[in-house]
């Protein structure tokens, strides 16, 4: 640990009001379990606390580098939500972007531009004959690309924790960006995924369960490094009930039958194997949701562009089967609940 990544920690661990995390994260867990009655759940803390000094601004290029600017870039993000108040749970993640997995199907890592300061991405291997060697080649091993950074960051944060006992606490390490089962295909395959699920429907599932057996080995290894907390675990600040949170982005471009077929199965094996969990997805969810909902072990959603679906649909597969939302953007839940939509006490919102 360098001497700026000491004193940054120091000031988090001095700043941390233990009753009041517990407070917030008793409120989280009521939450989760279903108890919160009071229309949309947004919860603060009532003491914020600044820090005794500007902490250093990390790009994420400086981070992908160096494990101390990780933890000073992610224990920052902790920083800011005590100094503003936040009803965010704080937490860190190893944070290397979308292409963990994938990289380990042979796709060209792109780090963008400094100036961006945005996390990497991969080239696709849009070529259905790489894609065939993939599946012929079965599951890799679970080596290469950022598997060791991963993991070493990982065993980082739990050693930073061990030293400072309210950051052990009250700071959650919340598993890697492992995306879900489809979205890690569209990765490695590219968009043209999309004409071979009608074309090569059978290519496209091999593809899915060598992936899926890559995600559920990759996340043994992570669980030996850093194990899930009981029964609630953070995700982007936001508490949830179960172990994972699954992305499934691309499910926006596929029909409810195809959903069924080329993501529901294989969503619904990680959630058995680890617990149960989240659902994030970005864009349009409201074709699909049904089927979503029906699935075992989903305790809440995560979506990002709720102007592209209809809430309605959405509350009456999610709330309304005890499924909560989570990260909601406050207007949109502030406009349901004004026009008389019980949501029953399962709609996080953050402030703004």
Known sequence: MNDVLRKCLDDLEARIDAPQEEQLEREWTDFGQGLYQ???FMPRRSRPAAPAFEWPKVSVNAALADKDAMAIQQYGQCS??????SGYVMSVRCN??????????????????????TLPTSWPLNDVDAIKRLVDAGVPEIKGGYTEPVLEMGAYYAALAAQ????????????PDFQGPMDICEVVWGSTIFYAIYDQPDLVQALLEIVTETYVR???AWLEVVPFEEGFNAHWGLLHRGNIMLRDDSAMNLSPDMFDQFIRPYDQRLLDEFGGGAIHFCGKGDHYIERLSQMDQVYAINMSQPEYNDMETIYRHTVDKGISIIGLRPETAQASAAEGRDLHGRVHAAWQ
């Open 96 to 117: 290397f972007g979308t292409s963990i997995i994938p990289l380990l199907f042979g796709v060209e890592l792109f780090v963008m531009d400094e100036e961006l300061d």
């Open 80 to 85: 800011q939500m005590l100094e503003t108040g």
């Open 164 to 175: 400072y006992p309210k950051i052990g606490r009250f700071v959650h390490i919340y598993h």
């Open 38 to 40: 009071n229309g949309v």
């Open 218 to 220: 990759f996340m043994r």
